[in-house]
């Protein structure tokens, strides 16, 4: 090297890996990032701390801080940053490293809830009553139990169920020592973070027949369905979440390893062919009590925009798990079946386009199994299809007289008739007692 020559740049990490470790741990606010990098910057380039602040909301406009790496990669090429490399080969010296330890810190809107308070893994382990060994085991972040040989191995039971309108559902059920952390997660932490006042399935005190009643009585119902609901919610959005409820990154990895799944390649060969690429990517498993509840915080954006449509065009709007549902005047229809799909890839979701159903009130308008024209009702071919059932079963060589497993299931559909229609439904209930004693 010539002695004329400039001295080395320092390696990019050296560099901007010690500021992009404090920047993730602050407020995402310029005002804040502003006061903080002019902590941080070396005095001739303090003059840009504002420009960087700037620069960075600009590259992650949400409310939470990004990961210190991603935010290392774009401090390189801002322009007010760039200069701090050839600062610190002139001087030899380099942003002191980060002494602070990561704070639980809620995005703004989030931080009056009342969430147990983690900072690092060593408080997930004691918040699950687990030792750290454990954690690393269960939370599996390098996705080992999906590819052990082991049988026994994986931590979920992977099955193919059929759909009684054709098609299959992949069910993937934790094993119970995972399912015991799964519920301490959902009963201690989600279950405090109320989802969207639109969604009504997986929550307590509502149900299909209450959204279904939100839409009783218009002239046009129409309805949505998205495809593969579970498995495109990955675990990027679930870490996300995470963050966004305060946790540092540590920790928010550590509970999206919790609560999400790698579909062993054995199940993955068992799949369609046009149906395995969704499931490759770790995701949500249908199956884990944690599930529900983080699909409906996973989804409140899309919430919030088809809700400010539903606003806009003067309509009603509704969401149970993966059906959306929309009603008021007939002019709606063509705008919704454009817009809806529309809306749902932009929050990357994927249309069921098979399913939109634009339901007039001169035909039967269901929402959820309910039929809503002038009120909530059973479809009558709902209750003709019970009332067969029971006409069969009063036969004295009918097998499933015997079958409990057959018989709890019919008690239950005829308890969902008496929540609808409880004359129908005690018609129902009194003809199974008869049979059944």
Request: hydrophobic share 45%; net charge positive; glycine share 8%.
């Amino acid at each position: 090297m010539h002695p004329d020559d400039p001295p080395p740049l320092p390696p990019v990490a050296a560099v901007f890996g010690p500021l992009a470790a404090s920047l993730s741990q602050s407020p995402w606010q310029e005002d804040a990032l502003h006061r903080l990098l002019l902590t941080r910057l070396p005095g001739p380039l303090r003059a840009q701390a504002r420009r960087i602040a700037q620069g960075l909301i600009g590259a992650f406009p949400g409310s939470v801080a990004p990961d210190a790496a991603r935010l290392c990669k774009v401090l390189r090429d801002l322009p007010g940053a760039r200069g701090l490399r050839a600062h610190a080969a002139r001087t030899g010296l380099r942003p002191a490293p980060e002494l602070t330890p990561p704070t639980f810190l809620p995005a703004p809107g989030l931080a009056g809830l009342a969430l147990p308070v983690l900072t690092s893994p060593a408080d997930v382990a004691d918040f699950l009553a687990i030792s750290p060994d454990q954690l690393i085991r269960f939370a599996d972040l390098r996705g080992l139990s999906a590819r052990s040989p082991d049988p026994f191995g994986p931590h979920y039971l992977c099955q193919l169920r059929p759909k009684r309108r054709g098609g299959w559902r992949l069910i993937e059920a934790p094993r119970p020592f995972l399912k015991t952390l799964q519920r301490r997660v959902l009963s201690s932490l989600l279950a405090h973070v109320p989802p969207h006042p639109a969604a009504y399935g997986f929550r307590r005190g509502r149900n299909c027949i209450m959204a279904a009643a939100r839409h009783a009585g218009e002239p046009l119902v129409a309805g949505f369905d998205i495809a593969d609901f579970f498995p495109r919610l990955t675990v990027a959005r679930v870490y996300g979440l995470f963050r966004a409820l305060g946790y540092p990154a540590a920790v928010a990895r550590d509970l999206a390893g919790l609560c999400t799944a790698i579909t062993p390649a054995a199940t993955l060969a068992a799949l369609p062919a046009r149906d395995a690429p969704i499931w490759r990517t770790r995701h949500l498993p249908q199956g884990a009590p944690t599930s529900p509840a983080l699909a409906n915080l996973l989804a409140w954006r899309l919430d919030c925009r088809l809700a400010g449509l539903a606003r806009i065009l003067g309509a009603t709007y509704t969401r149970y798990a993966d059906d959306l549902t929309f009603s008021g005047p007939a002019r709606i229809g063509p705008i919704l079946r454009d817009a809806v799909p529309a809306i749902l890839r932009g929050e990357g979701f994927a249309p069921n386009l098979a399913k939109t159903r634009l339901m007039t009130a001169q035909g039967a308008q269901i929402v959820t199994g309910v039929m809503v024209n002038r009120h909530v009702n059973l479809p009558r071919a709902e209750f003709d299809r019970l009332k067969a059932v029971l006409h069969h079963l009063a036969r004295p060589d009918d097998p499933r007289r015997q079958d409990a497993g057959f018989l709890a299931a019919l008690s239950g559909r005829i308890g969902w008739v008496e929540q609808i229609n409880p004359a129908r439904g005690a018609k129902l209930r009194a003809r199974l007692v008869a049979l059944t004693g």
